[in-house]
């Protein structure tokens, strides 16, 4: 597998980007895909997205559906899509450390 450096950090990934393993995630992780995803601040709507994926995840082992995400957060999907340029599946999902979302092109 690929790795990444960024930060100090050394990171293993996939090859759609997404890293090896969910306990992997960091700080320096979020910051790397804040970068490549072209998003200049995280605030506090980003962070939440983000805490919404990873509590979803460690309790169900997958990435909740979009209007799950959409509902608890009470994001409409076109802002999380404001907030994630990539998309809610590649860009959320991977900034929170999830591995890639089945039907995630």
């Not at 209007?67 to 907030?83: D, M, N, P, Q």
Request: charged fraction near 30%; aromatic fraction near 12%.
């Amino acid at each position: 597998m690929p790795t990444v450096e960024f930060a100090g950090k050394s990171f293993t990934v996939d090859e759609d980007g997404f890293i090896d393993d969910y306990t992997n995630w960091s700080e320096e992780w979020q910051q790397y895909v804040k970068k490549e995803e072209g998003i200049d601040e995280l605030n506090d709507e980003h962070k939440k997205v983000v805490e919404v994926l990873r509590e979803y995840y460690e309790k169900n082992g997958i990435a909740p559906m979009v209007r799950v995400l959409s509902k608890v957060t009470g994001f409409k999907l076109k802002h999380i899509y404001e907030l994630f340029p990539s998309g809610p599946g590649k860009g959320a999902c991977k900034m929170a450390g999830l591995p890639k979302p089945t039907g995630c092109v």
